[in-house]
């Protein structure tokens, strides 16, 4: 079946570096874009980022351009996030979810990233 | 990139209908059926329930439809069951090739 695995979260300072994973199974992962999605604690959901199948094309929210790059390695089925320039706002559970026809069909289960000094 | 509007919360009893309101602008909901709506029931990730505009995955119960007027998306939740107390989001595709969601709605079952 579909399973999406994130991994990479933790605590980081302001201003530091971190990226996040996410594993692909269960699909022909080179065939479908893909989404990061957060959730602040408590609060509701916000599209971060998009990348087409084949790496081609990214959209960014305007809370993360310039900081946040989406990547992957279809080799690997992997998805990346690296996020640089970290804020206490970008504190947040962050999910992957699989691109079907502009909506998000599978989704992971997060991971945390919490930006504190 | 502002959030679609939804209702903070509504709550009915079980067996009733309850109707959640999705309101964006013409560069978004008014512009696309590229709308979806998930559920999250508290702890767990987003489920797709509805997409574009009123179509459902195989496996969500036809209590759950939506429909679309204008700038403004709907999801109806009829029959209303204990399960389906959970946070719900819209979701559209818009004309920057972004994606917004919904402010979410928290839906209690009396």
């Known amino acids: 079946q579909v399973q999406l695995v994130e991994s990479g979260g933790g605590v980081v300072q302001p201003g530091r570096s971190l990226r996040l994973s996410c594993a692909a199974s269960g699909f022909s992962f080179s065939s479908f874009a893909m989404h990061w999605v957060r959730q602040a604690p408590g609060k509701g959901l916000e599209w971060v980022a998009f990348i087409s199948y084949d790496g081609s094309n990214k959209y960014y929210a305007d809370s993360v351009k310039g900081r946040f790059t989406i990547s992957r390695d279809n080799s690997r089925n992997t998805l990346y996030l690296q996020m640089n320039s970290l804020r206490a706002e970008d504190t947040a559970v962050y999910y992957c979810?699989?691109?079907?026809?502009?909506?998000?069909?599978?989704w992971g289960q997060g991971t945390v990233v919490t930006v504190s000094s | 990139q502002s959030a679609l509007t939804q209702p903070p919360s509504v709550s009915e009893s079980p067996g009733q209908s309850v109707t959640i309101s999705c309101t964006g602008t013409?560069?978004?909901?008014?512009?696309?059926?590229?709308v979806s709506w998930y559920q999250q029931p508290p702890g767990t990730a987003p489920k797709l329930i509805i997409f574009?505009?009123?179509d459902r995955p195989s496996g969500v119960p036809d209590r759950f439809s939506g429909s679309k007027s204008g700038n403004t998306a709907s999801l109806t939740i009829s029959g209303l069951q204990a399960e389906d107390e959970a946070d719900y989001y819209c979701?559209?595709?818009?004309?920057?090739?972004?994606?917004?969601f919904g402010t979410g709605t928290k839906v209690t079952v009396l």
């Open positions: 979701s559209s595709y818009t004309s920057s090739s972004t994606y917004v």
């Open positions: 574009e505009v009123s």
């Open positions: 979810a699989r691109d079907w026809r502009k909506h998000f069909d599978c």
């Open positions: 013409s560069s978004d909901v008014g512009s696309y059926n590229r």
